[in-house]
């Protein structure tokens, strides 16, 4: 099953049943964490049980994460639900191209498909590296993947005359895909954020559907870890914080 996800900001009945619906079931309850708990918590799972996602629970999880912030607040978002294996593994394939050539990098010391510093592997050794599993298997094996698209239309890339990567654009979309990563956490569930099968987009606008204006922003497989983390490794405050400058003293 293919389900699309309308993500409409000003409807009030959403398109997912909501715990805000005099029919919600009594005895449930919106907030499960405290919200410091599930930013600290949410970690990138890709092994998962067999237990199912639930239309009810991603119902809650649309419900909550569609109030994301996004550019002018054109609400660009368009979500698509895949539960069909063969989708799930049509879309496993399109994470390979990206895959293998992210694992040769990395096991040459690079920083994988890195624009600053342009990779000096050849065509040939990128194309003799095997693809791990642990980049390609977790969108097969979740019981649902969330992808996550944008509608070019709406999105204001202000930054696509300077000569570097554009990355304005993304901060119409990214906080959506995080807070139904976040809204995953706080219902017990888990899920990482890809961006493996954008390299194959034109094989994945065929497999989803989607027209020439949707760009992919991440394919999340999402579903209950196997094992819940909750010490995370992070950077420091002080190593990524600093007072006025970029040169300023540390926070």
Known sequence: MIASVTLDYTARQPVWHSLLDPGT???????RMELYDVMR????????TDDPVTDETLGRIFENARFAPSGGNRQGGHVIVV???????????????????????QLAGETPWNTWTPT???????AATPVPPGLSEPVRRAPVVIVVCVDLR???SVDHLLPRVGIASGASIYPLAWNILLAARNEGLGGTLTTMPI???PRMREILGLPECMAVCAVMPVGKPVRQLTKLKRRA???????ERFDGSPW
């Open 25 to 31: 079931p009594p005895g449930h309850t919106m907030a």
């Open 41 to 48: 918590t949410a970690f990138a799972a890709r092994e998962f």
């Open 83 to 105: 539960r069909e294996q063969a989708t799930k593994d049509a879309i496993s394939e399109c994470t390979k191209l990206a895959a293998r050539r992210y694992s040769a990098q």
């Open 120 to 126: 000096k592997l050849t065509p040939e050794a990128i």
């Open 154 to 156: 709406v999105v204001a």
């Open 199 to 201: 390299a194959e987009e």
């Open 237 to 243: 405050v002080s190593e990524f914080v600093h007072r």
